[in-house]
């Protein structure tokens, strides 16, 4: 095909092999087996000249247009290899999105800034149901419950710390609070807590919020006080938190992925400005990395 638009450009089969840096004879070869192929005599060659038949004028601008789309559909299929173009989509844990994210994001799109980022935040079961229904690349949430089509692969630790308002009495005593101690304490309930292996001190709360903001206003209003992970924790000057022990209890972060599914170029990129990230955050943060 394209030596049959470079020839009929040039009108000769040695201007068209220069150009094609190719022989003069591979040329000639290849019309001969396009005209075989479709059938008709696509050029009237003289000692001289090589004009188009009738045919092979009509077939010119067809020609023309379909190698400018195949041109095209490389030239879109190599820029997404080399993530000069593309997309990533990805759906995290609310935590992840305000605490991990930003500065993740911020390196990548120096390094490729024509490739479009979506990013949704939903709980440990939206992220995960996410990835289930191939709506994203990838998850980064914790476990909701096991999936034989997923994989996690395990990236981070945080641990669960109380947190109460600053006049709280166990904010002024200031020393780890054990689970012991939850009992008969006016305790807020989210999301992030019906999951705890020690829901057992903890009862059944008085207070349950289906948002942290909510949450969070509870807290400044000294209604009571609640657990939640590191990442999760508010940064309020009204607020404080103090470690859980006896015993510490821990909650893992993943990147959610389906089986035997290739992540795009983009995605992959994304994923490796995420890796080399994680030892700063995680000393920031106070996490401990994990390896899977």
């Known amino acids: 095909m394209r030596a049959f638009v470079v020839v009929a450009r040039h009108g000769s089969f040695n201007r068209a092999a220069d150009e094609l840096s190719r022989s ?47 041109d095209m559909a490389i030239y879109d299929v190599t820029a997404t290899a080399d993530c000069r173009s593309g997309h990533v989509s990805m759906s995290v844990l609310p935590s992840v999105a305000t605490r ?8 990548f799109t120096e390094k490729f800034p024509d490739i479009s980022i979506h990013v949704s935040d939903y709980n440990a079961q939206g992220v995960q149901r996410s990835v289930e229904r191939n709506e994203v690349d990838f ?35 200031g020393a780890p609070v054990t689970w012991e101690q939850l009992k008969g ?32 206003a509870m807290l400044k209003a ?36 389906r089986q035997d599914w290739t992540l795009s170029p983009a995605a992959n990129a994304m994923m490796e400005v995420l890796s080399g990230h994680l030892p700063m955050l995680a000393n920031q943060l106070d996490l401990t990395l994990q390896s899977g």
């Open 222 to 257: 000294n209604v009571g006080v609640t657990v939640l992970p590191t990442l999760a924790m508010p940064q309020e000057d009204d607020l404080r938190s103090l470690p859980m022990v006896d015993p510490v209890e821990t909650r893992e972060i993943c990147v959610i992925l």
């Open 100 to 107: 991990i994210l930003p500065d993740v994001i911020s390196e």
């Open 24 to 70: 003069q004879p591979a040329v000639t070869l290849s019309i001969k087996q396009l005209e075989s192929y479709v059938g008709l005599k696509l050029f009237e060659r003289t000692t001289r000249k090589v004009t188009p038949t009738t045919a092979g004028e009509k077939f010119i601008p067809v020609a023309e247009r379909l190698l400018r789309e195949f």
């Open 185 to 216: 304490l006016s305790f807020l309930s989210t999301g992030l807590t019906q999951a705890l292996k020690m829901q057992r001190y903890i009862g059944n709360p008085k207070f349950e919020f289906t948002t942290t903001n909510t949450l969070f």
């Open 139 to 173: 998850g980064i949430g914790s476990l909701w419950h096991p999936n034989s089509k997923l994989e996690f692969r395990p990236l981070m630790e945080d641990r669960f710390e109380l947190v109460c308002h600053k006049d709280h009495p166990l904010a002024a005593e």
